[in-house]
């Protein structure tokens, strides 16, 4: 079973910039959706970001677009966010998420339930 495991998040000041990682043990990511996802407390999981690693295509929430970008190793072992100009309201648990039935949908960042394997998350945290 797939096991996701995320790392780099951390406290910036606003504008500032952090690049999360996201890595599948055991295995690579081959044709799958890979997405970001982040949960502020007190709010509903919001999706960020997602990539399907088998053509590179590329979906981003409104909020993030212009400052959010996501990308993938060529080994297509580790998918990134990379996230500029950081804003407090991007302060979260930021979570990454696979479905390893195919490339991503448009609306996959509109419904976590499509993906079946979860990390554990990691806090980012913006100050002002």
């Known amino acids: 079973q797939a096991q996701l495991v995320e790392s780099g998040g951390g406290s910036v000041q606003a504008g500032g910039s952090l690049r999360l990682s996201c890595s599948a043990s055991r295995f690579t990511f081959g044709s799958a959706c890979i997405g970001w996802f982040r949960q502020a407390p007190g709010k509903e999981r919001e999706g960020v970001a997602a990539t399907s690693t088998g053509d590179g295509s590329t979906y981003f929430a409104d909020s993030v677009k212009g400052r959010f970008t996501i990308s993938q190793d060529n080994a297509k072992i580790t998918v990134y966010l990379q996230m500029n100009s950081l804003k407090p309201e991007d302060t979260a648990k930021y979570y990454c998420?696979?479905?390893?039935?195919?490339?991503?949908?448009?609306?996959?960042?509109?419904?976590?339930?499509?993906?079946?394997?979860w990390g554990q998350g990691t806090q980012v945290t913006v100050s002002s």
């Open positions: 998420a696979a479905d390893f039935r195919g490339r991503c949908l448009s609306w996959y960042l509109n419904s976590p339930a499509e993906f079946d394997y």
